[in-house]
């Protein structure tokens, strides 16, 4: 991916009669010889551009066939059409593009280059990460598979939960795990974001590790009766447990395993988000 070599200013600034004035930013992403067709380099190109500035900016995705490797040029708007704020080429947002460009190659089997740092000493991969530590959608994104994982006993609970909090999941190659809320446009590459215990081996650990506790519930039944109306009324009797069972859940109870009203709750994206500037404030 020559994507990095973003780092040599291949994310120019075309500026209007007035110098001052940035109207647009152009970026380019070439493939190795032979290893994509224009279809799939295409297909990569406008998933780069859905997921990194398609919440907030117009691009225009065009792939190039004039030469022996395949490449994608992107002209953005440099004003957002959701808030008029503009877009900045700045050290953060060129890790992000980056980064997220090889993670939709490796999606497709195509070869990236490794991670070097520039001659100018700019190491774009601290960068990277500084900005999943600042962002609300990755920190709570991390907070809910831990929360999925350590309520889950199987794969199949684990992705029932997070798809109870909104999040669709996914497997590509060599069974990497992928998640996306909405509205957020961009996936997250669970592993390549969260480092190597998220991976799918080891999340699957971590849930085989959790000791089973089964969800106590004590279902009421109904009695259905007539009255002097003729019509049927419903009387809810609540179940007490007797004998072994009784003594089941009292010690249970003695070992903090089963208290009254001990429900967990999880908190909403948009809850944590006000109790985080709560305090702030």
Do not use: W
């Not at 808030?83 to 080429?89: E, I, P, R, T, V």
């Not at 795990?177 to 969260?194: G, Q, T, Y």
């Not at 279902?219 to 072994?244: A, E, H």
């Not at 010690?251 to 001990?262: A, E, P, S, T």
């Amino acid at each position: 991916m020559l994507m990095r070599q973003l780092s040599k200013c291949n994310l120019l600034r075309k500026d209007t009669e007035k110098k001052k004035s940035i109207f647009t930013f152009h970026a380019e992403q070439s493939f190795a010889k032979g290893e994509v067709t224009p279809e799939i380099a295409h297909k990569i190109g406008v998933r780069l551009a859905n997921e990194i500035l398609g919440e907030r900016f117009q691009v225009i995705v065009t792939t190039h066939l004039n030469t022996e490797h395949l490449h994608n040029h992107f002209v953005i708007n440099s004003v957002s059409f959701k808030d008029g704020l503009k877009y900045y080429s700045n050290h953060t947002n060129t890790a992000i593009l980056r980064r997220t460009s090889d993670e939709l190659c490796e999606e497709y089997g195509i070869s990236v280059l490794e991670e070097k740092t520039c001659k100018s000493g700019i190491n774009y991969n601290n960068f990277y990460q500084k900005s999943l530590s600042n962002s609300d959608y990755h920190k709570f994104a991390k907070e809910d598979i831990d929360y999925a994982i350590k309520h889950s006993y199987t794969s199949k609970d684990f992705h029932r939960i997070l798809n109870s909090m909104g999040y669709s999941s996914y497997y590509y190659r060599a069974d990497k795990l992928s998640i996306r809320k909405e509205p957020h446009k961009r996936n997250i590459r669970v592993e390549r974001a969260f480092g190597e215990e998220y991976s799918e081996e080891n999340i699957r650990r971590r849930i085989l590790q959790n000791e089973f506790i089964p969800e106590e519930k004590i279902y009421s039944y109904r009695v259905s009766k007539k009255n002097y109306f003729g019509t049927k009324s419903i009387f809810k009797k609540k179940y007490k447990p007797k004998g072994i069972v009784a003594l089941y859940y009292y010690y249970r109870y003695l070992l903090g395993y089963h208290k009254k009203n001990n429900i967990p709750h999880k908190l909403t994206e948009e809850m944590r988000k006000d109790i985080a500037k709560m305090d702030h404030y």
